[in-house]
């Protein structure tokens, strides 16, 4: 076991909390690109400039481009465009130090780059999730001495389930983008050049911070426009910002049309709750469709003894039906009801009922997709929530206190 730095969590929270500053400490050098993704951070590329959940659409190849197989580990690995340009521009960068002995070339990682890990498909990790939710679903009701008859009844299933742990198991696509249920490569800016442990400290010091090629993988990062991830020092994630500088990342960027950084948010990302609500119904009724069972048993006195019996739950035969029984408010006001239980929000109960109600009127005058626009920004706020800087901040004051 190290001495200074951490090798697994299995060690005491103090050992653990020691260990951890230590680590920091030695990687820690404000004059360079490796960054903390803590926080808001955290959600960099899955979230607007108003913390809106955006994601990159898997199947647009105008978007995505293959790593040369020459340095993927595996085939048809993709990122953005220009990301995947920078990097395989860095990667001949290497090569062409290391050949001439400008760098050690026995270094397993950072003498010739080498892509382990780069985009990954939000949309099918969503459905890998929501299966799961689903499931869990399904055995809460199985549980339940009321067996769900009717969509109605579902409906409340799902609110109870969402309201006791949406906030650490989302239900809906935009609230899992933002979760730490969904890793940051979905936003197609990160690239990761190594297949280590994150919580072996030790193993990242020796591999990378200790390196005698460290420093020249930093300089370089910083020169073709990577940021590098203080946690994961393999992990690479292009800069896409402006503050203090431009960033080299969007010269990359220009050479598709998207030379700012706001063209880039435009050009490669789409905001999630247009895709997810056109088929929020359809999922719905999938999810009820699995969750109920086939028959529900239950009791009736009938001249003085017990008689057993048995009903089906209500069928929908198909999407037309269920929307012939509920309106669009109804679907609206569930989605919104839905997404205000997966956000930290100080919004009071009545302020949640009146802001729901200007979402429904909103549709009247415009259409469903401007009024939930204005819903997520309304909701989204990136204060005081679990993981937001302030609520950091006041964690640390209070571990001060104790």
Known sequence: MSKFLAENNSESTLLLFNKRIFYNNLVDNPQNNVEDFIAEKFMYGRVNRRFVP?????????????????????????????????????????DKCASIGQIKTTDPYLSRLKVYKAYQDPKIIYQNHLNQVTQRLKRANKRSKKKIEDFEQFEDLLIRNTKASGLNVPFTFPAFLKSRRCPMNVSGLVIEIADL????????????????????????????????????PWRLIADIGVSPVVSPMIEYAAV?????????????????????????????????????TRNIQYTIECGGKTVSKVKKPRDYRDLSTLQSLYSEAYFLELYCSIRMLEEESNIAENDQKLTINDVIKMVDFSNKYKAIAQFERYLNKP???????SYYSRRAQAKILE
Not at 70 to 93: G, K, P
């Open 54 to 94: 955006i994601y990159v659409p898997g199947d647009s190849k105008f978007r995505l481009k293959s790593f040369n197989p020459v340095i993927a580990q595996e085939r048809n690995m993709r990122a953005l465009n220009f990301v995947v340009d920078a990097f395989e521009a860095m990667a001949r960068q290497f």
């Open 197 to 232: 442990d994150a919580s072996n400290d030790h193993e990242k010091a020796k591999q990378f911070v200790q390196s005698k090629n460290w420093q020249f993988f930093v300089n370089a990062a910083r020169t073709y426009g990577f940021m590098i991830d203080k946690n994961v």
């Open 256 to 292: 598709y049309g998207a030379d700012t950084t706001d063209k880039i948010l435009f050009r490669y990302f789409a905001p999630s709750y247009v895709n997810y609500y056109s088929s929020f119904q359809s999922r719905l009724l999938n999810i009820y469709n699995t969750v109920k």
């Open 383 to 389: 204060f005081d929530y679990q993981g937001s800087l």
